[in-house]
Nanobody
Framework: QVQLVESGGGLVQAGGSLRLSCAAS????????MGWYRQAPGKNRELVAV????????VYADSVKGRFTISRDNAKNTVYLQMNSLKPEDTAVYYC?????????WGQGTQVTVSS
């Protein structure tokens, strides 16, 4: 069973930055893609950013384009989400996701709270 462990969440003021990390218990190069999703209270879980196995392709939600950057370090089996210029509407629980063909794996989530 693959385990994904997120870290790096916390409380930050608007305009600040955070970097989330997702450490996998398996080599991440085996996954077709890895990504970050978030879920705010009372809302559905939504895609934030995705990166393919080779790192050649990244996809971002329109709401975070230009502010967030997803990256991966295969040697450390870790995926990162650098979040800059944070806004109160970015407040949510952020989840790491890994896809291997039809299988999906999720982390337990890390809370990000942006104060105005």
């Amino acid at each position: 069973q693959v385990q994904l462990v997120e870290s790096g969440g916390g409380l930050v003021q608007a305009g600040g930055s955070l970097r989330l990390s997702c450490a996998a218990s398996a080599p991440i190069f085996v996954f077709n893609a890895m990504g970050w999703y978030r879920q705010a209270p009372g809302k559905n879980r939504e895609l934030v950013a995705v990166i393919t196995s080779g790192g050649a392709t990244t996809v971002y939600a329109d709401s975070v384009k230009g502010r967030f950057t997803i990256s991966r370090d295969n040697a450390k089996n870790t995926v990162y989400l650098q979040m800059n210029s944070l806004k109160p509407e970015d407040t949510a629980v952020y989840y790491c996701n890994a896809r291997l063909r039809e299988l999906q794996y999720w982390g337990q989530g890390t809370q990000v709270t942006v104060s105005s």
